[in-house]
């Protein structure tokens, strides 16, 4: 049963117009499948649907052609920036659904157990909820997902064995296992394919029946995983005053934390978050499949493959472990991981969060915000008081589509960490220079006697 071709161009051979495809990637473009991309690109077929975390930039140029019909994603932009994705989704030229992360690798992972529908707490009291069936266990609402299933899956590993069994590397598991299961056709590139035995037993991280093909890398995937900037230490000014800069938001938040705690950090600032722990006895973990990494280094290739969730290079640490995204989300939604930090573009008064999407814009990006929130666990929110045009971020209502109701426990903006006790938020601190009066001042919140 060898499950070897000759090239990418040949695993595909078969793949008509109007296919769907699982593209697995994170990031936007760890572990992202460039051979099979390149390939695709090359075979020219059209009306398609992808399926994925957001296109990777690999993909790009096949939905700038117009070749793609549907998009199933988490993301469809990303810190919203527009693009060629933007201006096809606005003109109708292509159609979307966009699914909280956690969501999708269930929604696959279910159409690959032979499943029909999930129910979940993700999504509770959004849009994406809209039109969808609520059923109440033990008292509590969930929300009825319906499974994925695909004609193909591309997928990235390091290692398989001619039977199709596959080894992932580090962080670089992710979506793949979820994917190639939902496939009717899983393809897996690979660095290195080896004799059957090649691979220990222990290190096959998924079996060769869920795989139908493999093929060699040819395409190196040069494109750094997500390229983050170090946040501006510029602070910003109010009042003729300046605030705390970005990073000493970070570290604030960083000293919010409980010991002995499990912490995920969320896109942007949070993520720096990671930079002030050091030996403290916190435990991160990331969406991607990650527990027990440490502070952001620079160079992509220090550590092979051991990323974040935003997809950036981490450190690990001592007794750092490695799984799918299915895994993770499991961590996330039983309660087991004690805080989440993550950015915001508002809170309101009552504690309710909207990230993931702009007025007026087509699509946005959620990513794992959803299933983040509805954890039941601390939320922590770190953003800029007041955004780029001026207006306030804590506002007495959310104006933006929500990402969760009533669960923020703590903000901390750049003038103040505010906590919320029975409901009501009050000021704890505020920058040198400025007055809890002040502060209030500079939000659309009703001030908090507290």
């Known amino acids: 049963m060898d499950k070897v071709y000759e090239s990418p161009a040949a695993a595909i051979a078969d793949l008509q117009d109007g296919a769907s495809i699982a593209l697995s990637s994170f990031g936007p473009s760890a572990g992202s499948p460039a051979s099979l991309l390149t390939a695709l690109y090359e075979r020219g077929s059209r009306k398609l649907t992808f399926v994925g975390n957001g296109v990777p930039p690999m993909a790009a140029p096949i939905v700038e052609d117009g070749r793609v019909r549907h998009l199933i994603m988490s993301f469809t932009a990303r810190g919203g920036q527009g693009g060629p994705t933007d201006t096809l989704l606005s003109s109708g030229q292509m159609t979307f659904e966009l699914v909280p992360q956690g969501t999708l690798v269930e929604r696959l992972r279910a159409g690959g157990a032979g499943l029909g529908a999930i129910y979940t707490p993700t999504a509770l009291n959004t849009r994406i909820a809209d039109g969808k069936d609520i059923r109440y266990f033990d008292g509590k609402p969930y929300l009825l997902e319906t499974a994925i299933r695909v004609d193909y899956a591309f997928v990235a590993a390091h290692r398989a064995d001619r039977l199709g069994n596959i080894e992932f590397r580090g962080s670089n598991r992710h979506l793949g296992p979820s994917f190639a299961k939902a496939a009717r056709v899983a393809i897996v590139e690979v660095d290195e394919i080896v004799e059957p035995g090649g691979i220990p037993p222990e290190r096959i991280d998924l079996p060769g029946i869920f795989v139908a093909r493999v093929v060699r890398k040819t395409v190196a995937n040069t494109l750094p995983k997500y390229r983050q900037r170090r946040p501006a230490e510029v602070p910003h000014e109010y009042n003729g005053k300046v605030g705390w800069t970005r990073m000493q938001v970070a570290e604030i938040a960083a000293n919010l934390l409980p010991e002995p705690a499990y912490v995920n950090l969320g896109l942007g600032i949070p993520s720096y978050v990671s930079s002030f722990i050091a030996d403290r006895d916190i435990t991160l973990q990331g969406e991607n499949g990650i527990l027990g990494y440490g502070e952001i280094v620079d160079d992509d290739e220090r550590y092979p493959d051991v990323f974040n969730a935003s997809g950036v290079s981490v450190t690990p640490r001592a007794g750092i472990s490695y799984f799918d995204s299915v895994t993770s989300f499991e961590m996330l939604r039983s309660g087991r991981v004690d805080v989440v930090v993550l950015g915001a573009y508002q809170v309101d008064a009552e504690g309710s969060i909207a990230n993931w999407a702009l007025p007026g814009r087509i699509g ?87």
Not at 376 to 404: E, F, S
Not at 411 to 436: K, M, N
Request: include cysteine; proline fraction near 5%; glycine fraction near 12%.
């Open 364 to 450: 946005g990006g959620i990513g794992g915000a959803m299933d983040l929130v509805a954890s039941g666990r601390t939320v922590i929110v770190l953003m800029d008081h007041r955004d780029a045009n001026g207006r306030a971020k804590l506002v007495q209502r959310c104006t933006y589509p929500l990402t969760g109701k009533a669960c923020v426990d703590i903000v901390v903006t750049d003038l103040a960490v505010f906590r919320r006790r029975d409901g009501v938020f009050g000021i704890e601190s505020v920058a040198p220079g400025f007055t809890a009066e002040e502060v209030w001042a500079l939000t659309d919140i009703n001030p908090s006697p507290c």
